[in-house]
């Protein structure tokens, strides 16, 4: 069976003041329909770029396309005209954003919003389209939806925002929804009930999520498959389980002992030193190296690739010796 | 143990826009009589979501924020009560750190004279004796003295951080506010950043209140933990009481929505306590508990009587029918 | 642990000066108004000459006579001596009002923008006063009221131009007192006094310093507007009284006022120049780019 959304060794390079920089250095992704991925890592890593590269949103210039493929249900859309990639965003593959206030305009109520990304697919009269924008409000957990269809994206709360936003995003019954960070700007206890929300419409749509987050413990409760993403590069890959008990790259394993968890109560966190290194800076090793414990000379020559060990694929030369 | 902090009914209200030309302006009440108290060498974290008023609760014990009653006693002396320049010259005993490492620091201004600027104020030593310290408290904080004449821009949000907490040592004080420091930060900074103030409280035996939306956060750095909930404390205990026994059902709502490894998806997680909805409006606050409306145990008089906060069992709770999560 | 590449210590003037080296419309106003500038300071000592005094036919044209390059005036005066001497007070009057346009907005608009409440009504109030008189007619009654000197006309052009600049001050005052470094200055017991002028105004200057720019170039029209009205200070000379002085005559000899005016222009455009390339050596956003 092919994936539904397969990106296989995307290279996307950006031109800034340092000279071209390589965001993605050869990523490659799949996801299949009804499962949940996660792509994590800090700011910087290339997640964001990733998810704007599937919706055919890179600028360009400054950014480029630079090789590999991103094919959604066999289709390639590396290359694809830009009219082909407007009816497919939003209709087969539809995202949501951070922040859910500079995402819907301001000035139109938040059912006409959803009424217009319907009519954009679908032929259906204005009265239906608003109908269904109701029913979808209702459908992600909006209280007197009907009353809600007819406010100003200022009226409502920031959950209440991202419920429209998700609302909006499975209007035409998207065939993958890219979630970025969805949950950054809530509260806690409202990202609960969006976490809730988006696992309920995966049960009821059968969508493939692709969820980019910052935090193992929103992975933890999403994710079926997990990327770990480093300096524009997957370094490890596997099951949402395998990754968080047995990570194998040290910086998904730093990732994972530096959350302050609540069922934890060490003294001290565990510290990955430094900072992730600017783009334009990376060497020919691994960009992880400087904040590497176990980094020999190797590791700072010759950039590890993503292959099979013990357990599951990991980019790193440490593992690949058994040194860790 | 001595009392270091001693908070009184503190209340705070703002005044909003007018609704009509001549309408009063409406009162948003965001601190309602607030009491706790904060011991020598311990940490205090208040945890609650926006708009619970745990920054205003925070800013208006130090005087950063006016308050509209109550009383402040620190070290037995009311801060609300003192004048102006009483009021600057115990600025010295209290400092602060922002939750934002890039707008907390003046751009225009070099590190050195950055960190340097309180002892400038207060006028402590020769400008040789300050500048030692500057790179002394460097050092403290895990910075490199050659960067010192660096400006802010030229930093990391975790350095940036670190140079906040310098400043803040700089008059030794005795009460270290922190703000959110470090929901700004990626999450491997964090770590970096909570292992350094976890030290620095241990070696030089500071006090710290900490203002967090992050269970996880607080339970690492905090001795005793207070739940605001629409301008009210609503569950006050130790860490340990409060982490394993809380007793308010908001308390354990946040619990169980703070994303955890444990919930595993593969699992079929289901969290011990939903809670669906909002905050109310501060602006007008409902009667009786502000968490009724949300409330899986709520009953008439939960929306008629506020309920006090009271020692019932292991924490102190503001609620009618506190108790474990029923299963 | 080499958390960042060692960077030198660079002020954020400094970064900003080097964003305005890179700025080739900028620079081209600098070369300009140096020129401008150096002509008129130094130029007499090269060519000398009394541009008060009669020396040669009136309405000499400019090339003919190698003595007189830019020919005479309709008084038979030369024309270049004018503009080398009349340079200085036209620049001076700029810069003075300019200087007097900043000290009284910006000490206005950041009281208004950092104490708010009722300062801020009254301060804005007065402001709004000024902005709604017609500033031509209102500086021509000053300069009519007390003798038109040099020290009048840039007094009145900076009584009428400040509003704008008290505006923007306590617009920037209003958005970086919100600050968390201002917090942070009040938090370790600094007084109002120091936060407004150590903390808040360094970092309000860099839209001020480019609004003065524009000043200066709104100034010297205003000032050779003036003089076109026969209001300028009769017994200084500068390029706005030349050409106040010869407009009778434009129809028979374009060249007494086309000079002065092009110097006018040119000064102007200099500093519009360099105005928009401090604007964008300010603005942080460009710099990425």
């Not at chain 1, 400054?62 to 965003?89: F, K, N």
């Not at chain 2, 933990?225 to 026994?245: P, Q, T």
């Not at chain 3, 030369?78 to 810069?95: F, H, K, N, R």
Request: charged letters at 20%.
């Amino acid at each position: 069976m092919t994936a539904l959304l397969d990106i296989t060794d995307l290279k996307v390079t950006f031109n800034t003041r340092y000279g071209q920089v390589t965001a993605l250095d050869g990523v490659s992704l799949h996801v299949n329909a009804g499962e949940t991925l996660g792509v994590v890592g800090e700011s910087g890593c290339g997640k964001s770029i990733t998810a704007l590269a599937t919706m055919g949103l890179i600028p360009m210039p400054p950014g480029r396309i630079a090789g590999g493929s991103i094919r959604l249900a066999g289709e390639e859309l590396v290359g694809a005209s830009p009219a082909r990639m407007r009816a497919m965003r939003g209709a087969d593959i539809a995202m949501i954003f951070q922040e859910p206030m500079t995402s819907l305009n301001p000035v139109f109520t938040v059912g006409d919003q959803i009424a217009e990304a319907i009519m954009l697919h679908q032929k259906v009269s204005a009265d239906r389209a608003f109908k269904d924008a109701v029913a979808l409000l209702d459908r992600v957990g909006i209280p007197s939806p009907a009353d809600r269809a007819r406010d100003y994206p200022h009226q409502l709360s920031g959950g209440m925002r991202q419920r429209v936003m998700i609302a909006m995003a499975v209007s035409c019954r998207p065939k993958v929804l890219i979630a970025d960070e969805p949950t950054t700007a809530l509260d806690v206890t409202v990202q609960a009930q969006i976490f809730d929300l988006l696992n309920e419409i995966q049960r009821d749509f059968g969508a493939a999520i692709v969820l980019i987050t910052h935090d193992m413990g929103a992975i933890s409760e999403m994710a079926d498959r997990v990327a770990v993403m480093y300096a524009g590069r997957i370094i490890e890959e596997a099951t949402a389980d395998d990754v968080l008990d047995f990570p194998q790259h040290p910086y998904a394993r730093g990732l994972i002992d530096c959350i302050p968890a609540l069922g934890r109560e060490e003294h001290a966190l565990k510290e990955i030193p430094g900072v992730v290194p600017p783009l334009h800076l990376l060497g020919a090793g691994c960009a992880f190296a400087e904040r590497c414990e176990h980094a020999n000379d190797r590791c700072r020559q010759e950039k590890p690739l993503l292959v099979n060990h013990d357990h599951h694929p990991a980019a790193c030369h440490a593992v690949e010796e058994g040194r860790i | 143990m001595t009392k270091l902090l001693d908070v009184r009914d503190l209340t705070v209200r703002f005044a909003m826009p007018r609704k009509g030309l001549f309408g009063p302006r409406p009162l948003l009440e965001a601190v309602r009589s607030v009491s706790f108290t904060l011991e020598k060498g311990r940490a205090l974290g208040i945890v609650g979501e926006s708009g619970s008023g745990k920054t205003t609760t925070a800013m208006a014990a130090i005087r950063l924020t006016e308050a509209a009653s109550g009383q402040v006693l620190f070290e037995g002396e009311d801060l609300l009560a003192l004048p102006d320049e009483e009021m600057r010259a115990h600025r010295r005993n209290v400092q602060l750190i922002f939750q934002d490492p890039y707008s907390s620091l003046n751009p225009r201004a070099r590190v050195i004279d950055i960190v340097r600027e309180p002892m400038d104020l207060m006028e402590m030593g020769t400008m040789e004796e300050r500048n030692a310290r500057v790179r002394d408290l460097f050092k403290l904080v895990g910075l490199r003295p050659d960067q010192l004449n660096l400006f802010p821009h030229q930093f990391s949000g975790g350095q940036r951080q670190r140079i906040s907490i310098a400043r803040a040592l700089t008059t030794n004080p005795k009460l270290l506010v922190c703000d959110e420091p470090v929901s700004a930060l990626d999450v491997a900074i964090q770590a970096q950043i909570l292992n350094l103030l976890a030290r620095l409280k241990d070696e030089l035996g500071l006090s710290y209140l900490l203002i967090s939306h992050d269970l996880g956060v607080v339970r690492h750095v905090c001795d005793d933990v207070a739940v605001m909930y629409l301008g009210k404390i609503v569950e006050h205990a130790s860490r340990s009481a409060l982490f394993d026994s809380a007793q308010h059902p908001y308390t354990q709502a946040l619990l169980s929505a703070a994303p955890s490894l444990a919930r595993r998806k593969s699992k079929g997680y289901v969290r011990p306590l939903k809670i669906s909805g909002d905050p109310p409006s501060p602006i007008n606050p409902p009667p009786g508990c502000a968490f009724a409306d949300r409330c899986p145990r709520a009953q008439d008089i939960c929306r008629e009587v506020q309920p006090d906060l009271e020692d019932k069992g292991p924490t102190r709770v503001a609620c009618h029918f506190p108790g474990p999560i029923a299963a | 642990m080499t958390d960042t590449p060692d960077y030198k210590a660079e002020s954020p003037a400094r970064e900003a000066w080097r964003m305005f080296r890179r700025n080739v419309p900028a620079l081209v106003g600098v070369v300009i108004l140096s020129f401008i500038v150096l002509a008129t300071l130094y130029g007499t000592f090269f060519y000398a000459g009394d541009p008060y005094n009669v020396v040669w036919a009136p309405h000499e044209r400019p090339g003919v006579t190698p003595e007189f390059p830019l020919g005479t005036d309709y008084l038979g005066r030369d024309i270049l001596a004018g503009m080398l001497t009349g340079g200085g007070p036209t620049l001076a009057v700029g810069a003075a009002a300019a200087a007097i346009t900043m000290v009284i907005g910006i000490t206005l608009g950041s009281l208004a923008g950092f104490y708010g409440g009722w300062v801020d009504n009254l301060l804005m109030r007065i402001t709004e006063f000024f902005q709604v008189l017609p500033a031509l007619l209102f500086a021509m009654v000053l300069v009519t009221l007390f003798s038109p000197s040099l020290w009048t006309i840039a007094i009145a052009i900076g009584v009428v131009s400040w509003p704008q600049t008290a505006r923007l001050t306590r617009a920037e005052f209003l958005r970086i007192k919100e600050l968390e470094y201002v917090t942070a200055a009040r938090a370790i017991g600094a007084r109002n006094k120091r936060i407004i002028w150590k903390v808040i105004l360094p970092n309000a200057m860099p839209p001020l310093i480019v609004s003065a720019t524009l000043t200066i170039g709104i100034a010297i029209l205003f000032e050779a507007g003036l003089s076109f009205l026969g209001l300028g200070d009769p017994n200084v000379m500068s390029w706005g009284l030349m050409i106040g002085a010869n407009r009778d005559y434009i129809l028979d000899a374009w060249w007494p006022v086309t000079f002065p005016g092009l110097a006018i222009f040119f000064t102007v455009f200099a500093v519009s120049l360099i105005g928009d390339g401090l604007n964008d050596a300010f603005n942080p956003k460009l710099r990425e780019r």
